[in-house]
């Protein structure tokens, strides 16, 4: 009859066994049974130390002095004779060798044992629920405790009475009751605060004073004594983590090299400059940033993952480069284009208008190894001259589109020798205030407004440029036909306006030019939501009034050359970013020395600067005011800036009088 135990697994009757690694060969299965427990998969060699308890004393001795506390108190938990050897006072010299190889490590106190020193200071446990990795050591009490169980064997002392008071519970503090000043409010250790108690009740009285001594002396050793240790532990902790680092270190290291080697290099160094103050997204990877030295089957777990993040820093590096190489190749042709513009003036494309010429596009999406040179872009001057007189026929056909579309001319006309064509008004500008454009401009200067090339959203096209209609009541008010009248022939006109709108105020005659009255109508500053109305302005005060518009003419002369800080140089690159109009933008006489210091030009002249043709001059009207009228700025703002500047002429009541009459 076989026996019960040999059994095969699968048989109906058998035993079941446990199999270990030790016996797995030795037990009988069927083809489709399966070990009902799998053996440990465990590194190293299994029992090679098996044979340590029964190796001659001689040679355990000298295998001690190599191995640390810890090594040894594991060694003395590991059997019984271990235990009985490392454990007598006889083994002292063993423990004190380990201790040695502990850099230092304080030596062991007078109050604690070899093997009780070395597990409260390496075996990082709670001594009360054995959780691991409990790093904080409670001296007082030689032990360490979790969170947890601090609430359950510490108290909180509460007021320093007598033991008398007390009994055994609540249990007073020691320290009060031997004649230390502590805080209220510290925590005690029960345990400890028992045996305190019992030995104080058991000492006479006589004999409580050195009591007191011994228990104060002995304190003071503790806490003598755990100062250096937290300065040992402090200093055993830096020094780990410093091992650490430097371990995770070489392995990072070590995956930028195997990195390199597969053709990473350009990508690991635009990596550190990018990352430079900020985390190397390779540092973000787990298994990049352990601490362990990095081997082939290290690199083969992590390898997948290492090379999908160097491949999107590659996209990112070589996009970058990319728009390097763009912006440089721009800039060569802002270059290039600096002599052309200094030949045809201020009314030409934008650089990025340029753009859109095929041999220009051509260069600029050359590809990022080949890069072009000036003489390159300075060969396309004629196609700069083409592409610039098909730009302004361009602009030309959409304004002129936009003021037929309001109002009937003839078609043998000339749009832009009109007077209701001179004045365009942009209500995106005035509702954005982009900082680029002005929200007006007059022909041909309109040509380089911004909005009359770009396709926006918002407002609309067609709605972009306002007021036409508007212009046609004040070129009326003149007796003129808008359809025919030019430009010329309103300026000869000696005709000055008069609003006849809300904005009037007793006391104040505000008379304006035939642009003013275009301005004022379409802007409506003054007038609110009200609609302008016109009048022409008696022909016995157009004397004073032409004295008071040379002199507004001569301010605004003199504002534009000196205080306006929109004059450009002819000689510098023109790009189309707003740093850019920032920083070259200046007043004329700053921009006359900027000549002289970089380009070593003494007498500038209109050929090497120019005004800025996005910014319009306001013509503003000029006033007849009522003496001793208080030009109250929240009413007569602009009355009042006139007035510092002298465009007004102050005159009595009758003359008001009179022209009512």
């Known amino acids: 009859m076989a026996n019960k135990r040999t059994k095969a697994v699968g048989s109906r009757s058998a035993k079941r066994i446990k199999v270990t690694a030790n016996n797995v060969s030795k037990v009988k299965t069927n083809k489709d049974a399966q070990p009902l427990i799998?053996?440990?998969?465990?590194?190293?060699?299994?029992?090679?130390?098996?044979?340590?308890?029964?190796?001659?004393?001689?040679?355990?001795?000298?295998?001690?002095?190599?191995?640390?506390?810890?090594?040894?108190?594991?060694?003395?938990?590991?059997?019984?004779?271990?235990?009985?050897?490392?454990?007598?006072?006889?083994?002292?010299?063993?423990?004190?060798?380990?201790?040695?190889?502990?850099?230092?490590?304080?030596?062991?106190?007078?109050?604690?044992?070899?093997?009780?020193?070395?597990?409260?200071?390496?075996?990082?446990?709670?001594?009360?629920?054995?959780?691991?990795?409990?790093?904080?050591?409670?001296?007082?009490?030689?032990?360490?405790?979790?969170?947890?169980?601090?609430?359950?064997?510490?108290?909180?002392?509460?007021?320093?009475?007598?033991?008398?008071?007390?009994?055994?519970?609540?249990?007073?503090?020691?320290?009060?009751?031997?004649?230390?000043?502590?805080?209220?409010?510290?925590?005690?250790?029960?345990?400890?605060?028992?045996?305190?108690?019992?030995?104080?009740?058991?000492?006479?009285?006589?004999?409580?004073?050195?009591?007191?001594?011994?228990?104060?002396?002995?304190?003071?050793?503790l806490l003598a004594f755990a100062s250096d240790y937290e300065k040992w532990f402090e200093m055993r902790k830096k020094a780990r983590s410093k091992e650490i680092e430097e371990t995770r270190q070489d392995r990072f290291n070590s995956v930028e090299q195997r990195l390199r080697d597969l053709g990473y290099g350009e990508d690991l160094d635009y990596a550190c400059r990018l990352y430079r103050s900020?985390?190397?997204?390779?540092?973000?990877?787990?298994?990049?940033?352990?601490?362990?030295?990095?081997?082939?089957?290290?690199?083969?777990?992590?390898?997948?993952?290492?090379?999908?993040?160097?491949?999107?820093?590659?996209?990112?590096?070589?996009?970058?480069?990319?728009?390097?190489?763009?912006?440089?190749?721009?800039?060569?042709?802002?270059?290039?284009?600096?002599?052309?513009?200094?030949?045809?003036?201020?009314?030409?494309?934008?650089?990025?208008?340029?753009?859109?010429?095929?041999?220009?596009?051509?260069?600029?999406?050359?590809?990022?190894?080949?890069?072009?040179?000036?003489?390159?872009?300075?060969?396309?001057?004629?196609?700069?001259?083409?592409?610039?007189?098909?730009?302004?026929?361009?602009?030309?056909?959409?304004l002129s589109q936009m003021v037929r579309s309001k109002i009937a001319l003839p078609s043998d006309v000339d749009v832009f020798s009109l007077a209701v064509s001179q004045y365009f008004y942009c209500v995106r500008c005035a509702k954005v205030r982009y900082g680029y454009d002005s929200d007006a401009a007059t022909y041909p200067n309109i040509l380089?407004?911004?909005?009359?090339?770009?396709?926006?959203?918002?407002?609309?096209?067609?709605?972009?440029?306002?007021?036409?209609?508007?212009?046609?009541?004040?070129?009326?008010?003149?007796?003129?036909?808008?359809a025919r009248v030019t430009v010329d022939e309103m300026d000869a006109l000696d005709i000055r306006l008069r609003c006849t709108g809300s904005c009037q105020e007793d006391g104040v005659y505000t008379v304006y030019t035939w642009c003013a009255a275009i301005e004022h109508t379409i802007c409506g500053y003054e007038c609110g939501t009200g609609q302008p109305s016109w009048e022409k302005v008696p022909l016995e005060y157009l004397a004073d009034v032409a004295t008071l518009e040379e002199i507004a003419r001569l301010n605004r002369e003199a504002r534009r050359m000196d205080f306006i800080e929109h004059w450009f140089c002819s000689h510098c690159p023109r790009t189309f970013n707003f740093k850019w109009y920032s920083y070259a933008k200046r007043t004329r006489s700053s921009l006359v020395e900027h000549l002289r210091k970089e380009h070593d030009i003494d007498n500038p002249t209109e050929l090497d600067m120019y005004y800025d043709p996005r910014q319009y001059d306001r013509v503003k009207p000029v006033y007849f005011i009522r003496k001793g009228l208080d030009l109250n700025p929240h009413r007569f703002l602009r009355a009042q800036t006139a007035s510092r500047m002298g465009e007004v002429k102050w005159v009595d009541a009758s003359w008001f009088d009179s022209l009512q009459a």
């Open 38 to 221: 799998q053996p440990r998969h465990l590194r190293g060699r299994r029992g090679s130390l098996r044979d340590m308890p029964a190796m001659p004393l001689d040679i355990l001795f000298e295998v001690f002095v190599y191995l640390e506390p810890m090594d040894l108190l594991n060694l003395a938990r590991t059997s019984k004779p271990f235990k009985q050897l490392l454990v007598d006072r006889t083994a002292a010299r063993f423990w004190r060798a380990a201790r040695e190889n502990i850099k230092g490590l304080p030596d062991c106190p007078s109050f604690l044992s070899e093997p009780a020193y070395a597990n409260l200071c390496f075996d990082a446990h709670c001594h009360n629920c054995l959780k691991p990795n409990i790093q904080t050591v409670h001296w007082e009490v030689k032990a360490r405790y979790c969170q947890p169980c601090m609430n359950e064997v510490y108290y909180c002392f509460v007021s320093p009475e007598s033991i008398d008071a007390y009994g055994d519970n609540p249990l007073p503090d020691p320290d009060n009751l031997l004649g230390w000043d502590v805080p209220y409010s510290i925590r005690r250790h029960k345990l400890s605060v028992k045996a305190i108690m019992e030995a104080w009740r058991q000492t006479p009285a006589e004999n409580r004073a050195e009591f007191r001594i011994e228990y104060t002396a002995r304190r003071k050793q």
């Open 448 to 482: 380089v407004h911004r909005c009359l090339w770009e396709s926006r959203s918002f407002p609309a096209p067609e709605d972009t440029y306002e007021g036409i209609i508007a212009r046609l009541e004040v070129i009326e008010a003149c007796d003129q036909d808008p």
């Open 278 to 398: 900020g985390i190397h997204p390779l540092l973000k990877i787990p298994r990049v940033v352990q601490a362990r030295p990095l081997t082939t089957r290290g690199w083969k777990n992590m390898e997948a993952e290492v090379l999908g993040v160097m491949d999107g820093i590659r996209a990112t590096r070589l996009q970058k480069e990319r728009l390097a190489a763009i912006t440089r190749r721009i800039k060569k042709l802002g270059e290039a284009l600096v002599p052309w513009r200094r030949t045809v003036g201020p009314i030409t494309p934008y650089t990025q208008e340029l753009l859109l010429m095929p041999e220009v596009s051509s260069l600029i999406d050359a590809p990022t190894t080949s890069e072009p040179t000036e003489e390159d872009f300075s060969t396309l001057e004629k196609g700069f001259y083409n592409f610039s007189s098909q730009w302004r026929n361009r602009g030309c056909s959409k």
